[in-house]
């Protein structure tokens, strides 16, 4: 039996070293792995709901884990991004672990008896199918997400990263992720990840795992003798940073992108932080730690840019709360006394590296899993004003791990004998003033500029603009409250919260003439409580503010709508909810409940043109901005498209050849819309960008056109030119 079980060790083993060359993501696409996990990992995005995540087949969503270190630094704070359509806020998620730990192992690999075995997914490694031998995950949807279609071409994020493993209509949630995997001690796990898009739940998931005693100890079946395992510990990590788009933007301290100043604090551990109701749960949560660098701890809470006060961007908090945890194999009802350790972990000390043969590394970290709880939480360390409960002083100086701290929980210990299982459940959650982007925009500029009267989130005033920012970033961690109550409801409830109305399962926009044309199914209306629609839009970039441009009842039920206000030249970005009449709603009874706005999101921009000229004259063409000059890129046809430029009063039909002023030509553009306006990116066609110069556009009538009434509009060969001038 052991040699057998040492053959397939060491094959399996082969096997993984030449599977580490590559990782998978999604369902298709291979690429090169260079560092982190070690194995064939599988991902699935959950991406419904607000706040969007990727899961592992590991177990864990280590550090770089996604596309490894080899990628882009940003990838550091990758995964819980909320609100998801902030692309640039990037995500709270460094790194998280699972760890699992046994006393009195006898190995079946090498038949040494360990003290401790620990066996780690994460939270900077994973070796799969070495130490975690992934069995399967599947994405499982409650219905199929819409089609979103943008002039012809498929436009929403769904279409890559909600690619569905089976539609079940009966699952508990929007969205489910089913995740089995073993370990080399004989337990096997099955995660579940729960995701909700009614909108007062959907800034969290649920984490069901069930840990059992299968014997089982790699993914061909193969079982070591039935083992009654001892101290077994379910150890989970969690490595936060809040430095949000200052990390893209590359203006916040550099520690900050990896948590060097996250402060993590708890309640419920023991009897000096028990909490009152409607807080008297079992909870760990962290969020942005002033930094020293900052002119002042009161200065720095939020992560303001001090360079214009245009935005804040640590103002999320995130976090943990324990939903259930069974008492014993034998007894199912939730332990009041899980987790038994709320350890407060150096993220990148702390025994963080791999070892499941390491005797002195498996002893420490299994010591680290079992630690208890500290007197005092690292928030109560740093320094926690009573009342306001904002720290009292810099956070990265606390200590001396230069990766920061990262809270951690230890489950057990317990017995399982062969055939016994452990439930635990937990919710993780972010919540802050965020969702309100342009009230953290307010709020920035206001306190940048220090001036007036502040308003705080209760009504009241203050002239210390302070007091004022910071009262409202720490109105997060009352949002992160509810949300932590909200989803005890939810699981108590069995998951029986009212659902929302479904979106339409086709949602089409086309651009051209004077209008942009949108138009959805009615396959949202039969829904017992189904009121209406609401349609919104956002100029310039997909993560920017969206404005509702239009809105009906079920009285008056439309499935089109002619946005006839964009502006010329300008992208835009829609989406549209299905609401129903409020009557299902058990937390602001009458407000309707609304279908995700992620599920018709387009992620494809709509370019507003005008259907002919204003005059049939080819006197009438105008080329604009002209001259284009590179220092007022900025201030052309929307953010992201900063090198274009437009030609506008063009003929139905014609042909556009750009030419330097050497005669040079550079770029032809047919022009076959029917619509007055064309759009040129600045880009040769070999697709080089031109240098300053003058240029001149040669624009020539392809096919005769007549009005309604037969007159002839333009002659087919008709000509003119215009010249332009770049400067760079």
């Not at 360390?381 to 990262?406: C, E, F, L, M, V």
């Not at 720490?474 to 409250?481: I, M, N, R, T, V």
Request: charged share 20%.
């Amino acid at each position: 039996m052991k040699g057998s079980i040492n053959m397939i060790k060491n094959c399996i083993i082969k096997v993984s070293i030449l599977a580490s060359l590559f990782i998978v993501f999604g369902t298709a696409s291979l690429q090169q792995l260079h560092a982190q996990v070690n194995g064939p990992q599988v991902i699935r995005w959950i991406r419904v709901n607000s706040l969007h995540h990727w899961f592992s087949n590991g177990g864990a969503e280590i550090e770089y884990g996604r596309r490894s270190r080899t990628f882009l630094n940003t990838d550091q704070a990758d995964g819980l991004r909320w609100p998801g359509e902030y692309i640039n806020n990037k995500g709270v998620n460094v790194g998280k672990a699972l760890w699992i730990g046994t006393t009195n192992f006898t190995d079946p690999v090498n038949s040494i008896t360990y003290p401790f075995k620990v066996i780690c997914a994460g939270r900077s490694n994973m070796n799969l199918n070495s130490e975690i031998y992934p069995e399967s995950i599947n994405l499982i949807g409650k219905s199929n997400h819409p089609n979103v279609v943008v002039d012809n071409m498929r436009a929403s994020d769904m279409e890559f990263d909600d690619v569905l493993d089976e539609v079940d209509p009966d699952i508990p949630s929007d969205r489910m992720i089913i995740n089995k995997f073993h370990t080399p001690i004989g337990i096997s796990v099955t995660r579940k990840i729960l995701a909700f898009t009614q909108q007062y739940h959907d800034n969290y998931f649920i984490y069901e795992y069930v840990f059992k005693n299968t014997g089982i100890i790699d993914n061909e079946g193969t079982t070591m003798p039935p083992t009654t395992l001892t101290g077994v510990v379910f150890h989970f990590q969690y490595r936060y940073a809040f430095c949000g788009e200052s990390y893209v933007n590359a203006w916040a301290p550099s520690g900050s992108t990896w948590g060097r100043n996250t402060i993590n604090d708890a309640i419920g551990q023991d009897a000096n932080h028990m909490g009152v109701a409607p807080n008297d749960f079992r909870a760990e949560w962290a969020y942005y730690g002033p930094f020293s660098s900052a002119p002042s701890y009161l200065d720095d809470i939020g992560l303001p840019r001090y360079s214009d006060g245009s935005i804040l961007a640590g103002t999320d908090f995130a976090g943990v709360v324990v939903l259930h945890a069974d008492k014993s194999p034998n007894d199912q009802s939730d332990d009041p006394s899980q987790p038994t350790t709320t350890k407060i972990m150096g993220s990148d000390n702390d025994d963080q590296s791999l070892g499941p043969y390491d005797a002195g590394l498996m002893t420490r970290k299994y010591q680290r899993m079992t630690a208890g709880d500290p007197d005092q939480t690292q928030a109560e360390q740093i320094g926690k004003d009573p009342i306001t409960g904002w720290p009292t002083r810099t956070a990265n100086d606390w200590n001396t791990d230069t990766g920061g701290y990262s809270s951690a929980q230890g489950f057990g210990p317990y017995t399982l004998a062969p055939g016994d299982s452990i439930k635990i459940v937990i919710a993780e959650g972010i919540a802050g003033i965020m969702k309100n982007r342009d009230l953290v925009k307010e709020i920035a500029g206001k306190w940048f500029n220090n001036s007036g009267t502040f308003v705080l989130p209760d009504g009241s005033t203050t002239t210390d603009r302070n007091v004022y920012k910071n009262t409202w970033v720490f109105s997060g961690k009352d949002s992160l409250f509810q949300t932590f109550r909200r989803a005890i409801q939810n699981y108590q409830s069995g998951y029986n919260i009212p659902e929302p109305p479904p979106p339409p399962d086709q949602f089409e926009i086309n651009s051209g003439g004077n209008k942009i044309s949108l138009s959805w199914s009615n396959s949202a209306e039969s829904w017992s409580n189904f009121n209406g629609y609401l349609l919104y839009r956002a100029e310039g970039r997909t993560d920017s503010s969206y404005t509702m441009i239009f809105s009906c009842d079920k009285n008056n039920v439309v499935n089109s709508f002619d946005d006839k206000t964009a502006r010329r030249g300008f992208n835009y970005y829609y989406y549209i909810q299905t609401k129903d009449d409020g009557s299902t709603n058990d937390i602001q009874p009458g407000v309707p409940l609304v279908s995700s706005k992620y599920y018709t999101r387009t992620s494809v921009a709509n370019p507003s043109f005008l259907t002919r000229p204003s005059s049939t004259d080819l006197s009438e063409i105008r080329i604009v901005p002209n001259p284009y000059n590179i220092k007022a890129r900025d201030l052309q046809f929307g953010q992201n498209t900063p090198d274009r430029l437009a030609f506008y009063g063009l003929p139905p039909y014609c042909e556009i050849r750009i030419f330097t002023e050497t005669g040079d030509l550079i770029e032809t553009i047919e022009h076959t819309s029917s619509s007055g306006d064309e759009l040129w990116h600045s880009l040769t066609s070999s697709r080089q960008l031109v240098v300053s110069g003058l240029y001149i556009a040669y624009f020539e009538v392809t096919q005769d056109t007549y009005d309604d009434n037969g007159a002839l509009l333009y002659r087919k060969g008709d000509n003119t030119f215009r010249k332009f001038i770049v400067i760079r």
